[in-house]
């Protein structure tokens, strides 16, 4: 059966560019790398809850040098994906480079109550799902507010039990992340939803070929695609798809379980369903985002890191902006051995923007900012992937760091958060001398930013919630004494 008509999804209509002062605020202007004078955002006093409520805490002594090797395992977003895609098939699926991440543990939980086995051994995972069991909603519950992954099994459960429950997802508190694009592109499948409080059930009798076309390249709603066609009958089409590595590796996984996946040009994606799929051995790609963010510390201390377990490939538009910025790197022959440190003695201010694949990546963000804190001059940011990512600017602050976040678009590109006021452009002013300070960690990115922001600090900084680092960044106390940053 040949494709249905494409379902439109509402576009995104960017707003001129105008500078708005706040009303809240009388501070003074700042003139910005990309040459307009603006009106900064107001940003309050961070509160810290009493230390004795937050167990999970370090202590970083800042000013140390920074200099030693770490090595890098699977995605944390890749791996967790090619997890799912071992559901689609009875047969068993075995995947290497396995790292000690959450997100992780939140998959192989919920493979064990769909009724599926989990083998870890070393570095490698075998998943078998003989059988599939569509969640129960408590599950669901639990599992939707511990990662953002589970949502990525509905179409999975669609396609094995004719059911499936959404919750509202959890992972980083980093905007409200909906799951509308998700649930568009399941019902451009056949699957019919029925809503009930804060439970979205879904069902289907068979999923058949679909046309789409996605309103932004999310990557989530990209992958669900994937998991729906794949097994659809008939062809399928997403266009304005996310083309990101970590997507073309989970296509890598399909095409090895039988799927027929083609990426053209133009950011479409063509599927031809198949009646069923088999077993894989798949090595995921290295964690492109926790490269960046050791780069980023060697980068904000001067010091030197050398990265092993992640393709220079992955890493491209990163590598070109650290250059920009003043720092340098060498790389082996293989293109998987990295070593990054500061070519000059001050930093170069930027204009950076983030983008979707192949554009700089939000989750380099943080990392990299808190290091043009170091700049000598004005950098301007402009995150145009998610509405809230600038939260960790003010904590920063509070290490002595001038940077005032606004709610315009700073940037070439008229983003979808301008015209609806979210504090998604920063003016970043340095050089600063930080100092410690008192902080908690309100996600992954940002959490990995103050500990770049306290080992380039003087003093001691206290960093409360560590334990969220865990989600994202394997070993994360052994790697960083690996490097030479003192903590306790
Ligand atoms: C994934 C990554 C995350 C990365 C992001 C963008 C994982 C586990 N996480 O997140 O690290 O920062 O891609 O590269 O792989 N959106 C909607 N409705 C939806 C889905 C998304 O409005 O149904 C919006 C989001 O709010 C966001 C944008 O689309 O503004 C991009 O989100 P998306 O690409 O889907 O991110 P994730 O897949 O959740």
């Not at 105008?18 to 307009?36: L, R, Y």
């Amino acid at each position: 059966m040949g494709p249905s008509n494409p379902t439109p999804v509402a576009p995104l209509s960017p707003r001129p560019l105008s500078f708005v002062a706040s009303p809240c605020v009388a501070v003074p202007q700042v003139t910005s790398a990309v040459g307009s004078t603006v009106a900064p955002y107001h940003q309050g006093p961070m509160t810290i809850p009493p230390t004795s409520e937050l167990p999970d805490t370090m202590l970083v002594r800042g000013g140390q040098p920074v200099d030693g090797e770490i090595h890098v395992r699977g995605s944390k977003n890749a791996l967790p994906k090619a997890m799912v895609a071992a559901l689609l098939t009875v047969e068993p699926c075995r995947l290497t480079n396995i790292s000690a991440i959450t997100d992780i543990a939140v998959v192989d939980e919920l493979i064990s109550i769909a009724g599926g086995t989990v083998v870890h051994e070393n570095d490698t995972v075998i998943i078998t799902a003989h059988e599939f069991r569509a969640l129960a909603d408590d599950d669901v519950m639990r599992l939707h507010a511990a990662s953002r992954i589970p949502v990525l099994t509905t179409a999975v459960s669609l396609h094995r039990t004719g059911h499936a429950v959404v919750a509202a997802p959890g992972g980083c508190s980093i905007g409200p992340r909906p799951v509308d694009f998700h649930l568009n592109v399941l019902r451009a499948f056949g699957a019919r939803d029925i809503h009930r409080e804060d439970i979205i059930e879904l069902h289907v009798d068979r999923m058949r070929g679909a046309r789409i076309e996605l309103p932004f390249p999310s990557v989530g709603a990209t992958e669900q695609f994937l998991f729906a066609s794949v097994l659809a009958e008939g062809d399928s089409e997403l266009s304005n798809a996310a083309i990101e590595p970590e997507i073309l590796d989970l296509i890598a996984v399909l095409q090895k379980m039988g799927a027929i996946i083609s990426v053209e040009p133009n950011r479409t994606i063509r599927v031809t369903g198949v009646s069923e799929l088999g077993g894989f051995e798949h090595r995921v790609i290295g964690d492109r985002l926790e490269a960046a963010s050791w780069a980023s510390l060697a980068l904000a201390t001067g010091g030197t890191i050398t990265v092993h377990g992640v393709q220079q490939q992955l890493l491209s538009t990163f590598l070109n902006m650290y250059r920009r910025a003043g720092g340098d790197f060498k790389i082996d022959a293989d293109g998987d051995t990295l070593t990054f440190h500061r070519a000059r003695r001050m930093l170069r201010p930027l204009a950076l923007e983030t983008d979707v694949h192949p554009g700089f990546m939000t989750d380099w963000q943080s990392p990299f900012v808190t290091a043009l804190t170091q700049a000598d001059g004005v950098s301007v940011v402009h995150e145009t992937v998610y509405e809230d990512r600038l939260g960790y600017t003010d904590a920063l602050r509070s290490l002595g760091a001038q940077i005032q976040v606004f709610t315009e678009c700073l940037g070439p590109t008229r983003c979808r958060f301008g015209a609806a006021n979210h504090r998604h452009s920063a003016v970043v002013v340095g050089p600063t001398k930080l100092h410690g300070a008192e902080l908690v960690v309100p996600d992954l990115r940002a959490g990995f930013s103050y500990v770049i922001a306290a080992a380039a600090a003087d003093g001691e900084s206290l960093i409360h919630g560590v334990d969220l680092l865990d989600r994202g960044y394997a070993d994360f106390r052994s790697k960083l004494s690996a490097v030479g940053v003192e903590h306790r």
